[in-house]
């Protein structure tokens, strides 16, 4: 059974740093390219942080300078680091395993509020 399993959500005001992990089990982690996704209330989903199994990143144009997308293969999990955070960051945050285009997971998400 896969599961994706997020943490590190939480309130946290303008400026403000939080890290968010994602636990995979169920899956040959390294194989797979780990992404973190967002997702506002009244908007789509977005992509947010890409790593692929080779280690390769890309971010959305909104985060790049703030947010790190890392991956622990080790430990089955990747984090995002989130720095200088803004109002608008705030979503529910969703890590995603991907393989060869055709498999996807997703975890539960967790709840990321900037906010004063």
């Known amino acids: 059974q896969v599961q994706l399993v997020e943490s590190g959500g939480g309130l946290v005001q303008p400026g403000g740093s939080l890290r968010l992990s994602c636990a995979a089990s169920g899956i040959r982690f390294s194989f797979y390219d780990m992404a973190w996704y967002r997702q506002a209330p009244g908007n789509q989903r977005e992509l947010v942080a890409r790593?692929?199994?080779?280690?390769?990143?890309n971010y959305a144009d909104s985060v790049k300078g703030r947010f790190t997308i890392s991956r622990d293969n080790a430990k089955n999990t990747v984090y995002l680091q989130m720095n200088s955070l803004k109002p608008e960051d705030t979503a529910v945050y969703y890590c995603n395993a991907a393989l060869m285009g055709s498999i996807s997971y997703w975890g539960q998400g967790t709840q990321v509020t900037v906010s004063s």
């Open positions: 790593i692929t199994s080779g280690g390769g990143t």
